[in-house]
């Protein structure tokens, strides 16, 4: 075998490890905050200032999980959503799409996700499609306070991230003082990786949402 062959297969099996990781950190969580409630324990985001194959990272989730489409081209955001739910429901996963309802609606998609600013709009989702799971972001403990309508929150960042280079990071001391504001359960999200998830193993997170944690470099 050669040694690019080699490097190739140790590689794998560093993605491997740490998605193992990940999912056993988020069950975890899951199961102890979330019990009951129906929600994924792991999230995946999509990105579109990354060039990743998106649909190798939802055909390695673990069943239950769920991805949110966040691509902000519309064009894009329709022919990834097309591909991941398809793919998705392959291994009993959910799909969301973020901030657009028309093409959840069109695509019968398992929910939406809402920013920050969309919030207002979360009680109308949640009127046209009682059964959808809807989430929404969240960056402070006074918005995290006034978080109704949702099944969850998404806090970030949690960690240092390149998505967000100049925001101040949370630390895991800082994630749980919003999650205790919040009327709904909270997801962690924002830079993190197998290498620092442990770090959130006795937080208040309902489960872990993540970008390039889980991706194939």
């Known amino acids: 075998?050669?040694?690019?062959?080699?490097?190739?297969?140790?590689?794998?099996?560093?993605?491997?490890?740490?998605?193992?990781?990940?999912?056993?950190?988020?069950?975890?969580?899951?199961?102890?905050?979330?019990?009951g409630r129906g929600l994924p324990p792991l999230i995946l985001m999509t990105d579109d200032q990354r060039d990743a194959d998106w649909l190798e990272a939802v055909h390695a989730l673990p069943a239950g999980s769920a991805v949110i489409v966040r691509h902000r081209n519309p064009i894009e955001r329709e022919r990834l959503a097309r591909l991941l739910l398809e793919a998705a429901r392959r291994n009993a996963n959910r799909c969301l799409i973020a901030g657009d309802l028309a093409l959840a609606e069109h695509l019968a998609a398992d929910?939406?996700?809402?920013?920050e600013a969309e919030h207002d709009r979360i009680a109308a989702w949640r009127g046209l499609h009682?059964?959808?799971?809807?989430?929404?972001?969240?960056?402070?403990?006074?918005?995290?306070?006034?978080?109704?309508?949702?099944?969850a929150m998404l806090v970030a960042p949690v960690f240092p991230t390149s998505s967000h280079p100049y925001s101040k990071a949370l630390d895991a001391a800082g994630f749980d003082a919003i999650a205790l504001r919040s009327p709904v359960p909270v997801y962690a999200l924002g830079g993190i990786t197998a290498g620092n998830a442990e770090q959130l193993a006795v937080s208040r997170a309902a489960g872990i949402a993540l970008i390039g944690g889980w991706l194939r470099s």
């Open 1 to 35: 075998m050669s040694l690019a062959a080699i490097d190739t297969f140790m590689g794998q099996d560093k993605i491997a490890d740490a998605r193992e990781t990940l999912t056993r950190i988020s069950s975890a969580l899951n199961a102890r905050n979330a019990h």
């Open 111 to 115: 929910g939406v996700h809402a920013s």
């Open 130 to 151: 009682p059964h959808w799971l809807i989430t929404g972001a969240v960056h402070s403990a006074e918005v995290a306070a006034r978080a109704h309508g949702a099944d």
